[in-house]
C-alpha cells in the first residue's frame, strides 16, 4: 500500500474514534439539559462512530498494514445552546466528509482501486451524515422554541436504535 493512503487511513480511525467521544460530549450536554431522546440520539451516532473506526482499523489488519493508534483529542467544541450542539455536529460532518475525499483522492492518485471500494462506503455515509444534521437543525428551527413541539421532538429522537454498520469486512 502506498504510504500516504496507509497514512491517512491510519489516521482516520483516531478521526472516527474522536467523533464518537466528540457525540458522547453532545449526548451528555443534552442528559444534563434534561432532553433524553437527543441524549440517546447521539450516543447512538457514537456507536456508530465507533463502528467507523473499527472498519479502518480491519481494513488496514485485512492488508496486512500496521494500525498505530494514537490520543484520542478533548471534545473541544463549544456547547452553548441546544441549536450550537446540533451546528456544531453538522460541521463535523462536512469536515469529515473532506477527510474521507482526501483519503479517496490519495488512493486514486495511486490506482489503489481497493481502497477506493472500500472507500466508496464511506462516502455515501456521509451523504447521510450530513443529510441527518441538516434534518435535526431544521427540526430544531421548527419545533425548538416552543416546549410542547421540543417534547415531541425529543420523543421522536428518542426512538432512535442502534444497528451494526452494512459494511462488513
Ligand atoms: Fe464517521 Fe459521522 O462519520
Redesign the pocket.
Known amino acids: 500500500m502506498d504510504a500516504k493512503v496507509h497514512a491517512l487511513l491510519n489516521e482516520q480511525i483516531n478521526k ?1 474514534f474522536y ?1 464518537a467521544y466528540l457525540y458522547l460530549d453532545f449526548s451528555n450536554y443534552f442528559e444534563e439539559a434534561g432532553l433524553e431522546g437527543f441524549a440517546n440520539w447521539y450516543k447512538v451516532q457514537a456507536q456508530e ?1 465507533r463502528d ?1 473506526a473499527m472498519l479502518f482499523y480491519t481494513y488496514l489488519q485485512n492488508e496486512n498494514m500496521k494500525v498505530t493508534l494514537d490520543a484520542i483529542a478533548k471534545p473541544d467544541k463549544e456547547l452553548t445552546s441546544h441549536m450550537a450542539v446540533l451546528e456544531a455536529g453538522l460541521e463535523h ?1 462536512k469536515y ?1 466528509t473532506s477527510l474521507i475525499n482526501d483519503i479517496y483522492a490519495a488512493a486514486y492518485d495511486v490506482r489503489d482501486f481497493r481502497t477506493m471500494q472500500f472507500l466508496d462506503w464511506f462516502v455515501k ?2 451523504g447521510e ?1 450530513e443529510t441527518n444534521a441538516n434534518d435535526l437543525i431544521t427540526k430544531m428551527e421548527l419545533f425548538g422554541s416552543a416546549p410542547k413541539s421540543l417534547y415531541m421532538l425529543n420523543q421522536e429522537l428518542a426512538a432512535r436504535v442502534y444497528t451494526a454498520p452494512s459494511l462488513v469486512l
Open positions: 472516527e467523533s462512530e467507523h460532518e469529515v455515509e456521509q451524515e
